[in-house]
T-cell receptor, first 115, second 117 residues
Framework: GAVVSQHPSWVICKSGTSVKIECRSL??????MFWYRQFPKQSLMLMAT?????????EQGVEKDKFLINHASLTLSTLTVTSAHPEDSSFYIC???????????FGNGTRLTVT | AQKVTQAQTEISVVEKEDVTLDCVYE???????LFWYKQPPSGELVFLIR??????QNEISGRYSWNFQKSTSSFNFTITASQVVDSAVYFC??????????????FGTGTKLQVIP
């Protein structure tokens, strides 16, 4: 069964609003989670590394004020897309591993559409 | 810098044919992991295999097999007797271990496999 749960699966929002996406590790604690973005028919691009109890590490070119990441517990990381614009429409997917070098498991992803 | 190249953008095969998906990687790390993931139309990423840089043994799992060759920096994936359910986008990925122990993954651009009944 799934070991990483992501919610919601899809969301439609209006421009200017904020959207929060949750990523939960179901039966293990994850000190680190990763957030990816995937445009249609393209690969996954790492956006940021979410660290429990500390600030996220963002990849070059990713606006940290635009994509707020909070990793308040060992089983939950959230990604908030603030003041969403149509160009933020994409597939967002999170991942986590049970321990440092174990395989990464991915959530089912969230398809965001900004109108 | 890490890089993963999947030169095949799309492949179509007839059911029961064998198909090989190519993956070539670049890394300066001596310790790294290679992955294959399957992404069906529903979007989720399904973990298929992980191989570390010290283990060049080929692996077989049912109809799936993987050929890791460090000398050519390749990690190819073969599906034997393909089935319609194999239709998906397949991603090859490369990770390195950071000092904190977690992984930073670089994905290839994916190969879309269509198995025609």
């Amino acid at each position: 069964g799934a070991v990483v749960s992501q919610h919601p699966s899809w969301v439609i929002c209006k421009s200017g609003t904020s959207v929060k996406i949750e990523c939960r590790s179901l039966d293990f604690q994850a000190t680190t989670m990763f957030w990816y973005r995937q445009f249609p028919k393209q690969s996954l691009m790492l956006m940021a590394t979410s660290n429990e109890g500390s600030k996220a590490t963002y990849e070059q070119g990713v606006e940290k004020d635009k994509f707020l990441i909070n990793h308040a517990s060992l089983t939950l990381s959230t990604l908030t897309v603030t003041s969403a614009h149509p160009e933020d429409s994409s597939f967002y997917i999170c991942s986590a591993s049970r321990e440092g070098n174990s395989p990464l498991h991915f959530g089912n992803g969230t398809r965001l559409t900004v109108t | 810098a890490q890089k993963v190249t999947q030169a095949q953008t799309e492949i179509s095969v007839v059911e029961k044919e064998d198909v090989t998906l190519d993956c070539v990687y670049e890394t300066r790390d001596t310790t790294y992991y290679l992955f294959w993931y399957k992404q069906p139309p529903s979007g989720e990423l399904v973990f298929l295999i992980r191989r570390n840089s010290f283990d060049e043994q080929n692996e077989i799992s049912g109809r799936y097999s993987w050929n890791f060759q460090k000398s050519t920096s390749s990690f190819n994936f073969t599906i034997t007797a393909s089935q319609v359910v194999d239709s998906a986008v397949y991603f090859c990925a490369l990770t390195r271990l950071n000092s904190g122990g977690y992984q930073k993954v670089t994905f290839g651009t994916g190969t879309k496999l269509q198995v025609i009944p």
